[in-house]
């Protein structure tokens, strides 16, 4: 196995983690952080497979990355605080005013 | 002059200009519907006085629509194209009649009479419109716009149960009009325009989908291809067109909606709506599939058998007044399409008679139920007897009514029901596409006619006085009745006594008819 | 050799902090473990000649992004007033279709011929990156300042909002 | 090595966008001194904005395809087409809701979304698509909550979790993608080359993987769980913007990306086969689920779900055809979407109605509201005389031919479910109408006073959807002369 391999497993292995965090957990702050290993993961992808080639895409594709994570970060714990400040929770099974009437 | 498009957008045009008047002038509004009642008789008449029966189609209108390209595969073309013949021509006059009953008959109508009459007139060009469109598109279009019209006429202005009735009305028509949608879109990808020769032109034109040789070679509806795509596209195509007549397993909107509807809207609804399914068989699903034809002719007349029997027998069974009519409707409905399916000149100009003679009398039967609930807000059958005592003029036109729409000779309904017959049994011998029981089996439908009919005279008319309802004013028929019964009276017996006024349109469309069949090589004679 | 035993040790750090964010039951231990992978992989970034994601990867994922989770987590834990236990739903389910994920990825990695260009030890320090940025990448690089800008005013807003309402 | 060159002419090809980021720097600084009780003027600023953007785009056409920014974005009609519907529903939503409170924010955000969304029209590169989409998605997130209360917050955040793992998933497959083929811009020869030569199933994931984040901006199954709570708790402007303008940004790359990953025919993937199976489900989801629904935004959210499917059917065929009928498609989806959408706005601007039972008899003390609403939602069904008709007549007829040219059973499958859906439709579009004329107002209902710039917003956009029906021929015409080369 060389580098290149395991560093592939890692990055899948992150991803399937952050997915993992996103489908299991209840709390929209560690939500936040599942996606945010899910992010690295390409990262990681693009930093390897980078390497490999001519040219810089994946390196900068990956500072675009880093950027929108930022951005969603700085958005996402705006949205998150406010849910938090109406609620009292950040569990979004307990967050459920909006659901299906039935008749 | 433009007559077809007078006939078709002056009523929309006053539906649009109804809009712009202030609701409060509620008398303005019947009296605007009745001027352009008017207006279109008076062109009719004129048409009339134009039309040359043996000569196919006429008063011709033809303007570019859409015409698209579309990249791969050709272009597309459809057209504002109206015409009649003597197919459409008797319906257009019909429609033009009833549409002016029907403005009358709701004179009295309480409640959002803008909305009212705005909606009766849309409805109005929807129907002409689509008795005059040569172009399959245009077709669908005025055939769909009568939806929402009937909808609401029937929803806001019906009976107790309006609402049920109403979008049952609308789903089942939807889910025919669909099936007819995915047919035209078949067809128009598979006709290509000959007009222009060297290019593919996709053409709505129905005449054009009427000749086999514009089917582009190897489209899914080629005519010489050996698949089964035709027969289904055909079955679809009529299926589509039997719900709106409707035959028996497509039926049971109609009792539904006949009920709850406010009287003029029954009429329009059987005199001119139903028609619209008989002509749609007539005009799109016979001439463009006659092999379709061919292949399914006993099981179209064998749905027009069981209608005519199923129809009748519910008819005796009914307790209501106005459901009685509806499922006489329906029986009667089932002739046209014995006469059809026999595919003999008879047989056809049989159909199409009895599709106007059943318009005239349908509507008359509605107006004398509507008489009736309008005085006691009842229609059971059973809470009458003896009528004839008070109301004398009332009965008198219930007796040309229920004897015309049994079939007693001398009016409109004789002839139409005799010509189908005639076709009916000669089809054994002549093209053997309808199987000699069928016809026999049809006429133990008169009997019933005749028995339903009967026995609601006896039991509603004759015997001592009696009703029990509510409210019992039995004032006897008002000007505006006989305004309204008295023209259709005189069409009922006018047609029966003279049916050459009729057939003269006719039996020129019914010969070309039947006689294209045997031009397109078709044998029918197995 | 001793480059790649970093390597190693890294990648280990960082699959250890990932896996560990699936079973901590506090929020705070969780962030902690996100930081560790995050600065673990930022090692990786610098082996594998990526210097300058490496810095940014430090500063503003580590130091940015986390910095600003920890705020959150302090501010709910004070408004919501109890522990920050982390409670979980469909853990079997959950195993089952990440599980699966990760073996199709794996599947399709074995099977898959990844692009390699020979010549592509050059080219990797900071000036041409740079200059790609400014150049090629000239586009994306502006609209991302305009959604920084754009984010920056709708979570201000957000979260004034939410003040304003706090005093109602 | 890149030669710094000027960016000067590339920024010219692009002034509409320019005109716009200036526009949202402009807002935010006369945000900072516009009084409050003035603020209609910023909305009136964004407006003259988009439409002098529009006018441009529209008097450059024809558009030369052109790759400007060194191949990242392209200037073409495809583009141009989609830039201009964009302009136009930014344009329509500031017409519904010139609103006093936030309007800085409102006003940047609204363009920001339109910003976002012509650059993704305009993107051929992930770097580009994936800023742009975030530009979209993020401001998204934020207008979902701008009802300031608890519903809305909790809209916002579902929306939020739900995007940002697409977004996710789009990442991680565009590093898989990279892997593979080595170049980021998916219009580029050597993309096309890498990913023919490359017979694996890693090319499939990562597609699947960039396809979620576009259907879950459609609103498509199985993303499409955020609509209906994002639509009931939004207030009614913002859910008419974002079920339009998001929707078809995601409607415009999604033909990009799956033209280009269908490599002309010959992907391992059968294209025509996945985007029309999610087609059906959507069609089939939507509409079936909107069935039990009480609430109107509710039922209008799944409606679009369903609408999301129509538009995903043409783009099934993968013939310039079918794309063109959704392109068609796309317009008359936003004509009526917004018509729908402002009527229910203008309605509870004078009251609140939770369910669609409080609409009874509505329909005689404001009759122009309660007719554009029919209107709208008869042309939602596919009824003629609304251009919805004229619309779902190009897309069926554009799967038929496809049926007939191909041969591919699910192009008929697709055909009559979405035909046998339009009956299903019709059964909950009507329950508005039903109630609205059919049932009794109820008593001491006092009349509507609808303002007049309100009704007649709604006659224009009655008349633009009948118009369409009339005479498509000018904007299908329009449409033909699209090229889609990638």
Redesign the interface.
Known sequence: MT???????????????????????????????????????????????????????????????????????????????????????????R????K???? | MPYLSLLIFIPVAAALATLLIPARYTRAFPWITLGVNMLQLIIFIAMTLHFSSGEGLQFAEQHAWISLSLNTWGELQAEYLVAVDGLSFPLVGLSVLIMLIATISSWNVSRSRKGYFALLLILNGAIIGSFCALDFLLFYVFFEFMLLPMYFLIGIWGGPKREYASIKFFLYTLLGSILILIVMIGLYLSVQSPERANEVVHTFNVLHMQHLENFIPGSWLDATSTGTWRLWAFALLFVGFAIKLPAVPFHTWLPDAHVEAPTAISVILAALLLKIGGYGILRFVYPVFPDGAVYFSDWVAGIGVVSIIYGALNALASKDLKRLIAYSSVSHMGFVLLGIASATTEGVAGAIYQMVSHGIISAMLFLIAGVLYDRTHDRLIENYSGLASHMKHYTAFVLIAFFASLGLPGFAGFIGEVLIFFGAFQSHSYNNLVPLWMPVVATLGLLLGAAYYLWTIQRMFFGTFAVRASYAELNDLTAREYAMLLPLAVAALLFGILPQLLLDFINPFAETFTGTWFSLGINTNP | MMEQAVLYILAGVAAASAIAIVFVRHVFYAALMLLACLLALAGIYGIMQAGFLAITQVLIYAGGVLVLIVFAIVVTNRVAGKSLQVESQHRFAGFLIAAAIARVLAWGYHQTEFLVNNHSQIGKELKPLGETLFTSYAAPFEIGGVLLLVCLVGAAFTASSFKKSAHD | MNQPVSMIPDLLQIIPEVLLAGSVCLTLLLGLFVKKNRSVLLAVVAATVFIVAGIYILTSWPHKPEEIFAGTLRVDDFSAFFRVLFLAGGLLTLFISLQKENATEYVILIQAIVLGACLLSMSMHFATVLVSLELVSLCSYILAGFAFNKPSSEGSMKYFLMGTVATACLVYGISLIYGISGTLNFSSSQFVDALMQSKSVMIAVAALLILAALLFKLAAVPFHLWAPDVYQSAPTPVVAFLSVVPKLAGLALLIKIVLAFNLFGRATVDWRMLVAGISIVSILAGNLSALAQTNPKRMLAYSSIAQAGFLLAGVATLDPTGIQAALFYAVVFLLMNLLAFTALHLFEKWKSLPAMADFAGLGRVAFIPAFALTMALVALTGLPPTAGFTAKLFLFSSLWASWSDSGSTIMLILFIAGLLNTVIALYFYLKIPYYLFLKETPPGTASIKISITGNFLLLILVIAVTWLFLNPGLLMGWINRITFVL
């Open positions: 580098d290149i391999d395991f560093l592939f497993y890692l990055s899948v292995l992150l991803f399937c983690c952050g997915l993992l965090i996103v489908f299991t957990k209840k709390n929209a702050l560690l939500i936040l952080m599942g996606i945010e290993l899910m992010l690295n993961a390409a990262n990681l992808n693009l930093v390897v497979f980078n390497r490999q080639q001519a040219g810089l895409d994946g390196q900068l594709f990956a500072l675009f990355v880093i950027l929108v994570a930022v951005c969603e970060a700085v958005v996402g714990i705006a949205i998150i605080l406010r849910v938090y400040h109406y609620y009292k929770s950040a569990v979004p099974d967050v459920s005013e909006l299906e009437e039935n008749r």
